[in-house]
């Protein structure tokens, strides 16, 4: 090529190109990875139970959560973002999901935990549907790449639920 | 430093074409062998740091103006030379080309 200056723009030009085909190849190969995810929750205490002067449902509660995530990382995987979410059932909505407690998990040695919380954010319904209910307690994540396509899927553990009474 | 002050003359044609091909020959390879370090290491970053290098070697051997890229440099005639050998001149026909019976 003709001078110095084409010559470097043609080389800068090439060489961001194959880049960005690498970085699609890194992403694909995150479809060969299988995850084999494990996870456990226990409510160790319903702390309160009350009904709020606007008359929604209010609950706190403690949690044990342990989980093995560590399968779900890959070379290309930047962060993972973990939430647990109770899901129920209502009169007025089919499903209920609220976020307890989330999470950033920055590298797979932290990636298997053991963590006893109260829940990060308010639970409180839409309405007072709570007493006696069954809910279901699911953890979610969204394993973040450094580059291309996120994935995200869950665990749902079911067979929790309210008393039948405010604490 | 003979070399560095052959670097002000630009590259023959031949050369041109050699360092294009270098070039992408060079840095498809760097892509290849970097992507392969870095999946089997399991680390991106020496992914990227394998193809930092390869792109860096790329740029040192195929853009400034070496020597080795001049071996078939084309010989301009010389003016005096040129004098010689003059120009064939072209014969102007004045009028339009008519079909003649």
Same mark, same amino acid.
């Given at each position: 090529?003709?001078?110095?200056?084409?010559?470097?723009?043609?080389?800068?030009?090439?060489?961001?190109?194959?880049?960005?085909?690498?970085?699609? +190849?890194?992403?694909? =190969? %995150?479809?060969?990875?299988?995850?084999?995810?494990?996870?456990? /929750?226990?409510?160790?205490?319903?702390?309160?139970?009350? @009904?709020?002067?606007?008359?929604? #449902?209010?609950? =706190?509660?403690?949690?044990?959560?342990?989980? %093995?995530?560590?399968?779900?990382? $890959?070379?290309?995987?930047?962060?993972?973002?973990?939430?647990?979410?109770?899901?129920?059932? $209502?009169?007025?909505? =089919?499903?209920?999901?609220?976020?307890?407690? #989330?999470?950033?998990?920055?590298?797979?040695?932290?990636?298997?935990?053991? /963590?006893? $919380?109260?829940?990060?954010?308010?639970?409180? #319904?839409? &309405?007072?549907?709570?007493?006696? @209910?069954?809910?279901?307690?699911?953890?979610?994540?969204?394993? +973040?790449? @450094?580059? &291309? @396509?996120?994935?995200? %899927?869950? /665990?749902?553990?079911?067979?929790?639920?309210?008393?039948?009474?405010?604490? | 430093?003979?070399?560095?002050?052959?670097?002000?003359?630009?590259?023959?044609?031949?050369?041109?074409?050699?360092?294009?091909?270098?070039?992408?020959?060079?840095?498809?390879?760097?892509?290849? !062998?970097?992507?392969? *370090?870095?999946?089997?290491?399991?680390?991106?970053?020496?992914?990227? !740091?394998?193809?930092?290098?390869?792109?860096?070697?790329? *740029?040192? !051997?195929?853009?400034?103006?070496?020597?080795?890229?001049?071996?078939?440099?084309?010989?301009?005639?010389?003016?005096?030379? *040129?004098?010689?050998?003059?120009?064939?001149?072209?014969?102007?026909?004045?009028?339009?080309?008519?079909?003649?019976?």
């Amino acid at each position: 090529m003709h001078s110095f200056g084409y010559r470097l723009n043609g080389l800068l030009t090439f060489s961001v190109t194959i880049l960005a085909v690498m970085c699609a +190849m890194a992403s694909l =190969s %995150d479809n060969l990875n299988t995850p084999s995810p494990s996870a456990e /929750i226990q409510v160790t205490n319903i702390n309160r139970f009350q @009904k709020q002067p606007r008359g929604n #449902d209010e609950v =706190s509660l403690t949690m044990n959560i342990s989980a %093995d995530l560590q399968t779900l990382f $890959t070379w290309n995987t930047k962060q993972l973002f973990v939430f647990v979410a109770a899901e129920y059932k $209502t009169p007025k909505n =089919s499903l209920n999901q609220v976020s307890l407690w #989330d999470a950033i998990i920055p590298s797979k040695e932290h990636a298997k935990f053991w /963590i006893q $919380t109260s829940n990060k954010y308010r639970f409180i #319904d839409q &309405g007072n549907n709570l007493r006696g @209910k069954e809910f279901n307690l699911t953890l979610h994540w969204h394993a +973040m790449p @450094k580059t &291309g @396509k996120m994935f995200a %899927d869950k /665990i749902v553990l079911t067979g929790y639920s309210f008393p039948e009474e405010y604490r | 430093m003979t070399s560095f002050r052959s670097l002000r003359f630009h590259m023959d044609w031949q050369g041109q074409k050699l360092a294009e091909q270098i070039m992408q020959m060079m840095l498809l390879v760097s892509a290849v !062998i970097a992507f392969v *370090a870095g999946y089997v290491l399991g680390s991106f970053q020496m992914m990227m !740091i394998v193809y930092a290098g390869g792109v860096t070697l790329t *740029a040192l !051997i195929t853009v400034p103006n070496w020597p080795f890229f001049n071996h078939h440099p084309l010989n301009w005639l010389d003016p005096s030379e *040129a004098e010689k050998h003059p120009k064939p001149q072209v014969t102007v026909s004045s009028k339009k080309k008519g079909t003649k019976k």
